[in-house]
């Protein structure tokens, strides 16, 4: 069941690396914007699997949770400083 | 001479029964407006007084029902039954329902809180089974080679009231792969869709008559239409 | 310069989070012997929940719950708890900070000394990160006096 998790994981990580591609070069703000917030989920999720293969699930929930909150709020703010900034 | 002086004398003394009436008229409106001017005022304050009781109930009951969602998911989070936490949590609780009772519960109409919660359970499978069919049909438009894409953006009038109702009709159509909410103005949402089947699917409205069965809101005739989408794609690609 | 959100998703899902993250940033304090977090984590959170508020609804509607007196207020309370606990131990014969002393005030084994005086090291800590932070983000996003500006629309 662990190698299940350990390939899960690695092809999540190289997933990342297809979204950091939106992120470098992508065109827009917006599309930058939208990129970092899925790369955010992923690592959530990824957190979630080391969780299982340490066998410390109950304290990576906890990480996973604290994560999740701040890339909402991370994507939220820079999404209200792109609303505003264009007034100054 | 004589005539005319009787006239004049009749004049004036009409005339005077005339002020004199005005007078009295006035006085008696003057009277009846100050009498209406207390009793509205009267009735202000045994308003706001019967607000003020009102509110404080609504407040108390807020707070409660706070409490108690707190509280369970503070069990829920620390999983530790014994005394010093679950004093712990008694007390963090009743701190943080106590400052935020008027976030939680904006805008609820009391007494259905129970039914609205057990809908929305009832409501979930069904859209989990919705995700579950649409993610199928984006990843055969995206996989398959000619791309058969169309994204148009809808803009329909929706026949739900209340803000919590919009939140959840939108959130659910945002969770629904191939349609993203953008915006809610007024009542009508303005919705992005990645073909017309999904378009379709949305403009059929079975989602909004189940948001509707959840918070028990009325149907309403509602508008539907499409806008022209190639401008704003176009501004998109040249990137910003 | 905060200005309310017109968007009623942003707005209404952000009201019902904040008791939440404020549930969870007070559990992460309590539970900071236990499992990772603490009192700068929790501070953190609490604070992120209270910029949540000011980004969504506002400076006005958000310093109607917690003014920007309080927050200062609570940024010295939070090093007064610190400081004063670890002047405590040092005025029962202790190092600072040697929370076994306090036993002798409590009425507990020295052991559950230890854990009480941490939890509430960690309570001031968290105090004093949440109101700086707060105070950090208003400083920053306010460049001139706000109160000149129209209050329907800040």
Known sequence: MNTFFLVIGIGLCVLVFFVLYRVVFGPGVFNRIAAISAIGTKTLVIILIMGIIYNRIDMFVDISMVYALLNFIGTLAAAKYLEIGGEK | MEVTLLIEAMDSSFRLLEDAKNQAVDIMNSAVRLTSETRIIEEKKLANIFKGAQSRRAVLQNVMATFVILFGFWVVLSGKFDLFHLTLGFICSLVISMLTHNLLFANVRVG??????????????????????????VAYLVLSPKMPINPQIIRFKTKLES???????????????GTITMDIKDGEFYVHALAKKVADDLNAGEMEDRVAHIFMEADHIYVQDVLDVSPIFGVLRKGI | MI???????????????????????LYVIMHGHYSPGGGFQGGVILGASIILLLITHGLVETTKKISERAIAIFSSIGVFI??????????????????????????????????????????????????????????????????????EHY
């Open chain 2, 163 to 177: 803000d919590i109702s919009w939140v959840v009709l939108a959130n659910s159509i945002t969770l629904t792969p």
């Open chain 3, 82 to 151: 610190y400081a004063g606990i670890g002047v405590l131990c040092l005025l029962l014969y202790g190092n600072f900070l040697d929370y076994s002393k306090l036993s002798v005030i409590l009425n507990v084994t020295p052991a559950e000394a230890r854990s009480m005086g941490i939890l509430g090291v960690e309570i001031g800590v968290s105090f004093t990160v949440m109101a700086i932070m707060i105070s950090i983000f208003i400083s920053i996003s306010t460049t001139e006096d706000h109160s000149k500006y129209d209050k």
């Open chain 2, 112 to 137: 259905d809180i129970k039914l609205t919660i057990i809908r929305f359970v009832r409501y979930l499978p069904w859209l989990i089974y919705q995700i579950f069919v649409s993610n199928f049909y």
């Open chain 3, 3 to 25: 200005r309310k959100t017109d968007d009623i998703i942003i707005r209404t899902v952000a009201r019902i989070l904040v008791p939440f993250i404020q549930i969870y940033a």
